[in-house]
């Protein structure tokens, strides 16, 4: 028990072990997979992006035509062949993982034929303008190659399909935001509740290799650029904490309300919306296009350039305009398509940020701008941590880091008693869908959108 390791003896039983390393070559291959799988989606969601937002300029009043009407063919579609698929991809992740879901069931909320679904009926909804973010369908995405990995190992592997999918899913964060240790934490905090020593290796070497393809597409830059922020002193404390109390109520109500909304709420709208879901998304796309065209524009998409724009110092999110760009998300999600919450809800942060500070001091704008981001995707997700890293890793906010960290924490707190964990609940309730479903058939269940499409 207490011998020293004889290094000799382990190199050989090492040497000796052929199909182990090739288990390992497999998965090596695999997470370099996932990572170009998000890559892929990254480029095709910002090219599709970039010609929604080119024909919006040139015919503005034709997306009340094509918005709706390619919001009903996204959930169409989705119902009919790809149910697994709808909504963000956290929770469906969360929901594979959840111990009570049989082993045979996880390919109804993650597999490789819902990964590329997840990629072109996300691409899909960058082209419609609905307010829908790519970093929460990574996890989902990567999440899925990697757990197609499993039936290429050997019976006798003591990789599981369990620190697959945690695996699949960090890599598809830290792909998405070019930020590792987002990973780790988002890997602890969000997935598997702790890091156990078996698969640590796994998740650490996924982040690696999906972050080195990310990198050498993208550029080993920070993900909004870098901010200058003054010297933090007293003076910041009270709009710091008003930016912090405003996100975590925001973030809390938002919160609450996609539960409400997702899990089947009550009264008329969402009785209408579980008999008539094709026609509850083509007027829920609708209102997303009034918005855009109140806005000009700015509430399309996922919001990253509003955010950039207000870190140098232009009001892209006026205060009115972030209330609406709180309902366009809000609606997106409604409708049952697939697509994140992650940037929107960055964006949203940032609007209050901005708001605090164009009513307190200006030149504390930077800083508002990064702690309004944590608290409120923080309150959102009640993952403080990985909410509070990611941001610190895509401003490459390092001087901020106690502000952030305790704005993330304060939001979430103030998030807890307004609404239950978003991810959780809406993961609850898709594993009691997906066991009260029947015998499992290649992805019938529908997570959070309604099962029955309307002609």
């Known amino acids: 028990m207490n011998r020293e390791p004889d290094f000799l003896e382990h190199l050989r039983a090492e040497l000796r072990g052929g199909r182990v390393w090739l288990d390992r070559a497999i998965v090596l291959g695999y997470a370099i997979a996932a990572g170009l799988f998000v890559v892929g989606f990254t480029f095709a969601s910002d090219w599709v992006f970039g010609a929604f937002h080119r024909f919006y300029r040139a015919w503005p009043w034709a997306v009340l035509l094509t918005t709706p009407l390619i919001t009903a063919g996204i959930v169409w579609a989705t119902l009919r062949f790809f149910p697994g698929a709808s909504g963000s991809g956290i929770p469906q992740v969360k ?6 879901l049989p082993e ?3 390919s109804m909320f993650a597999s490789l034929r819902l990964t590329v679904a997840k990629i072109g009926l996300g691409v899909a909804g960058f082209a419609a303008g609905l307010s829908i973010g790519r970093e929460g369908p990574s996890v989902q995405v990567a999440a899925g190659v990697m757990q197609h990995a499993r039936r290429w190992l050997s019976p006798a592997t003591t990789i599981d399909g369990r620190a697959l999918l945690v695996a699949g899913g960090a890599a598809g964060i830290a792909a998405a935001f070019n930020a590792p240790l987002a990973g780790v934490v988002f890997a602890i905090e969000e997935l598997s509740g702790r890091l156990e020593a078996r698969s640590s290796g796994l998740i650490i070497t996924a982040i690696v290799l999906a972050g080195l393809v990310a990198v050498s597409a993208f550029g080993n830059v920070s993900y909004f650029g870098v901010i200058h922020v003054p ?9 710091g904490l008003l930016v912090t109390l405003l996100s975590g109520a925001a973030g809390g109500l938002f919160a609450r309300l996609l539960i409400a909304s997702l899990t089947g709420a009550p009264g008329r709208l969402g009785r209408w919306r579980a008999r008539f879901p094709v026609r509850f998304a083509a007027v829920g796309g609708l209102a997303v296009a009034v918005i855009g065209l109140v806005t000009g524009g700015v509430t399309f998409g996922a919001g990253s350039e509003a955010v950039k724009a207000m870190l140098q110092g232009h009001d892209e999110l006026t205060p009115l305009y972030t209330v609406l760009k709180f309902v366009a998300t809000w609606l997106t999600a409604w409708c049952g398509v697939p697509g994140g919450i992650f940037a929107p809800s960055l964006s949203i942060g940032a609007g209050i940020g901005d708001a605090v500070a164009g009513l307190t001091s200006g030149e504390l704008g930077p800083a508002l701008i990064a702690m309004g981001m944590a608290g409120f995707l923080a309150a959102v997700t009640q993952a403080p941590l990985t909410a509070f890293i990611i941001v610190m890793e895509m401003v490459d906010g390092h001087a901020m880091v106690l502000s952030l960290m305790a704005a993330a924490m304060l939001a979430s707190l103030v998030s807890r ?3 239950r964990p978003l991810y ?3 993961a609850e309730h898709m594993v009691g869908r997906a066991m009260a479903s029947g015998p499992p058939q290649a992805d019938r269940v529908a997570g959070s959108a309604p099962q029955r499409p309307d002609a």
Do not use: V, Y
Request: hydrophobic share 45%; charged share 25%; proline share 8%.
């Open 231 to 239: 010297r933090l002193g007293w003076d910041a404390l009270g709009p």
């Open 417 to 419: 008693m307004i609404s």
């Open 424 to 426: 959780d609940t809406l």
């Open 104 to 106: 045979e069931r996880r």
């Open 95 to 100: 929901a594979a993982l959840h111990p009570a």
